[in-house]
C-alpha cells in the first residue's frame, strides 16, 4: 500500500498576506529611501494597519478564529489577540504580521468605540494610586499579587468568524510647530470593507 502523501503548498489566505506583506515593506523602503517627512511615514502606518486588519477580519472567517485587536493609546502600539481553547485571550504568534507594533513618540493613536473616544485606563498604577506596579498597598507595603498575574486587558476590536467587526475609528494623528498637524483614519462600520482617510488633513493643535 502507497503511503498518503501530505499535501504541499499554501492556502489562499497565506498568499494573500504575504502579497499584503510585500506592498507595505515596499511602501516603507520608498518612504525611507527618498523621505523622511513625518507625514508619509503616518501615512504609511495608517495604509499598514488597513491591510492588515483587513487581513484578519478574512482570516478570522476563513479559518473559524475570534480575533481581537488590543490598541494602547499611551505606548503608541496595537497587537493581535485570538481566543484558545479555554476562551482566554492571547497573543497571536503563528504570523509575524499580527504580532505587536509600536508608533513612533512623535504619532498619536486616537481610537472611537460607538463614537466615544477611548483612553487606556491605568489610574490603578499611577503615581497617587493605592496600588503600585506589584499591586502591592502602598501604604503597608503588604504583597497581594504580582504583575505578571493579572490578565492582560481584553482587546476593544473584535475580528469574528462570522466576518462582524466591532465599530470604530482609529485616528492616527502628527503633531508639530512647524511642519504642521495632520491626521489619517481607519474605520469600521461593523463589517468589510473598512473605511480609510488616508488624505493629510490639518488640526489645530488642542
Known amino acids: 500500500?502507497?503511503?498518503?502523501?501530505?499535501?504541499?503548498?499554501?492556502t489562499l489566505i497565506e498568499?494573500?498576506?504575504?502579497?499584503?506583506?510585500?506592498g507595505?515593506?515596499?511602501?516603507?523602503?520608498?518612504v525611507n529611501a527618498?523621505?523622511?517627512?513625518?507625514?508619509?511615514?503616518?501615512?504609511?502606518?495608517?495604509?499598514?494597519f488597513h491591510a492588515i486588519t483587513t487581513m484578519a477580519s478574512d482570516f478570522a472567517v476563513l479559518n473559524q478564529l475570534q480575533f481581537g485587536l488590543v490598541i494602547d493609546d499611551k505606548r503608541n502600539s496595537y497587537h493581535f489577540v485570538t481566543l484558545d481553547d479555554n476562551d482566554n485571550w492571547i497573543p497571536v504568534e503563528q504570523n509575524k504580521a499580527f504580532t505587536k507594533r509600536e508608533l513612533d513618540s512623535d504619532y498619536a493613536l486616537k481610537l472611537q468605540l460607538?463614537?466615544?473616544?477611548?483612553?487606556?485606563?491605568?489610574?490603578?498604577f499611577s503615581d497617587?494610586?493605592?496600588?503600585?506596579?506589584?499591586l502591592s498597598v502602598s501604604s503597608d507595603?503588604?504583597?497581594i499579587g504580582k504583575e505578571e498575574d493579572i490578565p492582560p486587558p481584553p482587546p476593544q476590536i473584535l475580528f469574528l468568524s462570522s466576518g462582524d467587526i466591532t465599530e470604530f475609528t482609529l485616528t492616527f494623528e502628527f503633531f508639530d510647530a512647524q511642519l504642521g498637524n495632520e491626521t489619517f483614519s481607519v474605520s469600521s462600520q461593523g463589517y468589510l470593507p473598512l473605511?480609510?482617510?488616508?488624505?493629510?488633513a490639518d488640526k489645530e493643535r488642542p
Open 114 to 124: 460607538d463614537g466615544f473616544e477611548w483612553e487606556t485606563e491605568d489610574s490603578l
Open 15 to 22: 498568499i494573500m498576506l504575504v502579497l499584503v506583506i510585500m
Open 141 to 143: 507595603g503588604v504583597q
Open 34 to 48: 527618498f523621505g523622511t517627512n513625518p507625514s508619509d511615514k503616518l501615512k504609511t502606518e495608517a495604509q499598514r
Open 24 to 30: 507595505l515593506v515596499s511602501a516603507y523602503v520608498v
Open 195 to 200: 473605511n480609510h482617510d488616508l488624505t493629510a
Open 1 to 10: 500500500m502507497i503511503p498518503a502523501q501530505r499535501q504541499s503548498g499554501f
Open 128 to 134: 497617587n494610586a493605592l496600588f503600585d506596579e506589584t
